[in-house]
């Protein structure tokens, strides 16, 4: 988690999102870990067909969001830490930790990043 306290301070203002790229991630890696993990017991997922869970929100046009959990940038080193332990940014979320390594974070996040608005 050291570093992350500067990534969310140097959110961008910019409203136009750039794609988003993680060097080295397969979103394809990313979806059979959104599986394996169960994400979709919480959130609807597009390419996931069940379960589609409610508590988390759908992650139908993740993509196109300028912000992570309401409250940090969505970038993709911000999106891995989230994704790998959420309650250690947001103590108050119901957002569990994961058991994602680094690398699978950031495949998990390649994946999200495909979720176009349309
Ligand atoms: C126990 C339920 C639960 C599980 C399991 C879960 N999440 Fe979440 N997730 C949530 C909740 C609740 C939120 C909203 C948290 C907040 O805003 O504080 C959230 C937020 C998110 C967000 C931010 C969404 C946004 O619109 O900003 C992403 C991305 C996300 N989850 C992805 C995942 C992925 C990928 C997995 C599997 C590794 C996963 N979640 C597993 C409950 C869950």
Known sequence: ???LAGATLVACADKSI???QL???DPARGLALIEAEGC???HAIPGVKWPRGAVGGSLAGFAGQSTLGGRFPNRPDTLAAWLRDAPAMAQDTAMPASGLTESQARDVAAYLYTLDAD
């Open 1 to 3: 988690m050291i570093g």
């Open 23 to 25: 060097a080295g991630a």
């Open 40 to 42: 979709a017991a919480c």
């Open 18 to 20: 750039p794609p988003r």
